[in-house]
Nanobody
Framework: QVQLVESGGGLVQTGGSLRLSCAASRGTFSGRALGWFRQPLGKEREFVAAIRWISATTYYADSVKDRFTISRDNAKNTLTLQMNSLKPEDTAVYYC???????????????????WGQGTKVTVSS
């Protein structure tokens, strides 16, 4: 079992940057793909980015491509999401998640992920 803890959320102005982190407080990221999802208030959870275990292949939602960067440090069991050029529509609770069965076709779907963090809130003011 893996317990995930996100940090780094907060309030930022449009055009600003934030760096989210996710750490394994219990268990390890070894062998697991990792992803970020977000859930705007009153809306469904949506895919943001994912990164695979060995190849470190990354996937991004079109809405964040070229603005967000996902990375991982396997030795430190940490996952990072660098968010630049933030927009008000990026406002949401951001969740990290891990998966042992991620593929090139299911990374977009929440069901592909086994464990989730509690979320960290990001607010982008206009």
């Amino acid at each position: 079992q893996v317990q995930l803890v996100e940090s780094g959320g907060g309030l930022v102005q449009t055009g600003g940057s934030l760096r989210l982190s996710c750490a394994a407080s219990r268990g390890t990221f070894s062998g697991r793909a990792l992803g970020w999802f977000r859930q705007p208030l009153g809306k469904e959870r949506e895919f943001v980015a994912a990164i695979r275990w060995i190849s470190a292949t990354t996937y991004y939602a079109d809405s964040v491509k070229d603005r967000f960067t996902i990375s991982r440090d396997n030795a430190k069991n940490t996952l990072t999401l660098q968010m630049n050029s933030l927009k008000p529509e990026d406002t949401a609770v951001y969740y990290c998640a891990s998966s042992t069965r991620l593929t090139g076709s299911n990374y977009y779907f929440p069901y592909a992920y086994d464990y989730w963090g509690q979320g960290t809130k990001v607010t982008v003011s206009s």
